[in-house]
C-alpha cells in the first residue's frame, strides 16, 4: 500500500486505494497510520473533482477529534465548493485567471501575495487553530523536469539530528502572520491584527510519531527568551530544518494528491523558467481541533512562559530592521528564488525589500549571526 520516496523515512506513495470514493472506516485508518508514520502521502494521477477533494479532505479530518475544514481565505478565483455559511473551501493557488485563461501580469497583486509560498512555510501556522493537514490537488501542473515542484522538509527527522533538544523541548514560538508579511515589505492590511493577533505554539510539537520542530516563516519569536536571542534560534532551526537531507521534492503530474502533516513539517513551491507556462494548485487545509498550548494550560493549570524579565511575551513587537529580516529570509530559501519580473512568475523575488537588498548588496554590512550552539 505504501512506497516509501525517500531512505529516512518520510514521504510515501499510497497505491491501491481510490481517494475518488468516499473511504471507509479501515481505510481512514490505515491513512491516518501512513499520514503519522510518513507526513506526507502522495496520490500518482488521482483527478479529483472539487467535490471529491472537499469530500477526501472531510473524511480524514473526521479522523481527528475536533478538527474541521478550514475557510479559505485568498482565493484565485473560479469555482468553489461552499462550506457552513457559505465559506469558501478550496483555495485556487495559480498564475492565471481561471476565468479567463490569461496568466496574470508581473503587476498582479495576487502574484505578489503568493511570493511568499516559495519560502519555507507551515501552512496557517498564524492561527490559534493552526492547519492539521493540507490537501494538495495539482489541476495544472509545470511538465515534470521543467520547475513548478513542491518540496517539504521533514521537522521530525530535523528535530532528532538536532544536538540541543533538550534545551528547546518546552519553549513557545509566537507565529504572526503581520510579521511575516513585514518581513517581506508587504502592505499591512487594514484591521489584520486584529482579526489574526499573534498566537502561541510550542516550539517543538509532539505527534504520535515522535517531536517535530514547528518553525517556518510565520515563526516570529520566542517567548521568554530577548527578541535577538530568540530570532537567532528560529533562524537556525530553519536552517537546519531544510537541510537537502531532510527535503523530499515532489515533481507533479496531472490530478496527483498530495497529503501533508503541517505538524512535522515544511514546505515551499518553487520557480518554472517558462513565462507562458500556467499552474493551478487546488488546496484544502484542515484544522486543528485543539490549541496545544492552550489545552496543556487547561489540563495543568500550569504556564509555561518563561520568567525572564528581558524576554519578549505574545505581545506585538514591531517589524524587523531590514538586517535582521534578511537574515531571516535568507533562512527559509529567500535567496534561492530566481530575481524575476515577467507574467506568470509565482515564486520569485519581488521588488518588495529596497533597504534590505540595498544593504545586502553592499560587502561591508554585517548581518546578524546566528551562534553554533543555543543554550538555555
Not at 498564475?95 to 501575495?113: A, E, Q, R
Not at 515533481?251 to 518554472?272: E, I
Not at 489540563?299 to 524576554?311: F, K, N
Amino acid at each position: 500500500m505504501a512506497v516509501p520516496l525517500t531512505s529516512f523515512g518520510f514521504a510515501c506513495r499510497v497505491e491501491r486505494v481510490d481517494i475518488r470514493e468516499k473511504l471507509d472506516a479501515q481505510q481512514t485508518a490505515e491513512l491516518v497510520k501512513l499520514f503519522e508514520t510518513y507526513s506526507v502521502l502522495v496520490f500518482k494521477s488521482a483527478h479529483l473533482t472539487d467535490k471529491q477533494l472537499v469530500t477526501f479532505a472531510r473524511t480524514f479530518a473526521g479522523a481527528y477529534p475536533g478538527a474541521s475544514l478550514e475557510a479559505s481565505e485568498s482565493p484565485a478565483g473560479g469555482h468553489q465548493q461552499q462550506g457552513p455559511g457559505g465559506r469558501r473551501l478550496i483555495g485556487k493557488i495559480a498564475n492565471f485567471d481561471p476565468g479567463t485563461g490569461n496568466i496574470l501580469p508581473c503587476s498582479s497583486k495576487l502574484l505578489k501575495h503568493r511570493a511568499g509560498n516559495g519560502l519555507w512555510h507551515i501552512d496557517s501556522s498564524f492561527k490559534a487553530l493552526p492547519a492539521l493537514a493540507s490537501v494538495m490537488s495539482g489541476q495544472v501542473v509545470i511538465p515534470p523536469g521543467k520547475g513548478g515542484e513542491t518540496e517539504f522538509a521533514s521537522s521530525r527527522v530535523a528535530f532528532e539530528a538536532f544536538p540541543m533538544k533538550a534545551e528547546v523541548e518546552n519553549l513557545i514560538g509566537v507565529h504572526d502572520f503581520t510579521y511575516s508579511l513585514q518581513l517581506l515589505g508587504q502592505r499591512i492590511p487594514s484591521g489584520l491584527r486584529r482579526r489574526l493577533p499573534p498566537v502561541r505554539h510550542f516550539l517543538v510539537r509532539r505527534t504520535l510519531a515522535g517531536r517535530s520542530f514547528f518553525a517556518g516563516k510565520h515563526c516570529s519569536h520566542v517567548e521568554g527568551l530577548t527578541l535577538q536571542r530568540g530570532r537567532s534560534l528560529i533562524r537556525q532551526i530553519n536552517k537546519h530544518i531544510t537541510k537537502q537531507e531532510f527535503v523530499y521534492r515532489h515533481s507533479w503530474s496531472p490530478g496527483d494528491v498530495l497529503l501533508c502533516d503541517n505538524r512535522s513539517c515544511v514546505h515551499r513551491g518553487r520557480p518554472w523558467d517558462d513565462p507562458n507556462a500556467k499552474r493551478m494548485i487546488c488546496l484544502v487545509k484542515i484544522a486543528e481541533g485543539f490549541n496545544e498550548v492552550e489545552q496543556w494550560t487547561l489540563q495543568t493549570g500550569g504556564d509555561l512562559r518563561v520568567a525572564v524579565a528581558e524576554g519578549v511575551a505574545i505581545a506585538e513587537v514591531g517589524p524587523p530592521d531590514p538586517d535582521e529580516a534578511l537574515a531571516m529570509l535568507e533562512a527559509i530559501g529567500w535567496q534561492e528564488l530566481p530575481t524575476r519580473s515577467q507574467q506568470g512568475a509565482m515564486y520569485c523575488r519581488q521588488p518588495t525589500l529596497p533597504t534590505a537588498v540595498r544593504k545586502s548588496e553592499k560587502p561591508d554590512v554585517e548581518k546578524p549571526k546566528d551562534s553554533e550552539t543555543f543554550q538555555h
